[in-house]
């Protein structure tokens, strides 16, 4: 007589699953904020400091090249370094995200919406 109500004890556990889902993505997104990377060029003359956000925190550079002829060289060397430290937060926050999927049992390659 109630056959229709069986799955709402699904829709229930959805729900369920999703608002854990939602309490871990917001618990990952301050874990990402504090998850420092450097980035380096010119073999570590240049180091820039970035969450695993993508928020870049710092910046240091080797005094030795602060020679005023060489501005762009320098000016090249920060941007690559910059680079560096955001393409490895995008790669921790990536690896963070895989391991949050997994955590709840969703298949690594899982895409979600945020």
Do not use: N, W
């Not at 240049?46 to 695993?52: E, N």
């Amino acid at each position: 007589m109630l056959k229709g109500l069986g799955g709402l004890g699904d829709m229930a556990k959805m729900m369920k699953t999703a608002q854990d889902m939602q309490v871990k993505m917001a618990q990952m997104q301050e874990d990402l904020a504090q998850i420092v990377v450097i980035g380096e060029s010119g073999a570590g003359l240049v180091k820039a400091r970035c969450t695993a956000k993508g928020e870049v925190t710092g910046l240091d550079i080797d005094p030795s090249i602060l020679i005023p002829s060489e501005k762009e060289v320098i000016e090249d060397l920060i941007i690559a370094a910059l680079k560096d430290a955001q393409a490895k937060a995008a790669s921790r926050s990536q690896q963070e995200l895989a391991r949050l999927t997994e955590g709840l049992g969703l298949p690594a390659d899982f895409k979600l919406p945020f």
